[in-house]
């Protein structure tokens, strides 16, 4: 499986599938400290799973997944570009700059 979200993201906004596919080898518990071995990030609307950063919205209490990206940054900026779709003005991003970017390619 993909990432499985319920809805699609909009045409131009999403990343590659297999969030659900890959498994890391070799991963420990070691060196917590590393950004690669967080679950949790930095930004809004991002989590790790299954070594890929997942992007995904809430949109009518249900949740959407945008795409699987190969770096954290890349999924917020996924994320921002969908909420400024679903959000216009009222947005709330991850990046300022978001607002004027081009959408993210997976």
Known sequence: GGCGGELSPPPGVGGAGGCGSSVGAGSSDAGGDAPTS??????????????RWKARVKRNGK????GCFSTEVQAARAYDQFALQLHGDRAVLNFKESAFRSPVSP
């Open 63 to 66: 949740e959407v997944v945008i």
């Open 38 to 51: 967080r679950k949790t990030s930095l930004y809004r609307g991002v989590s790790k799973r299954h070594g």
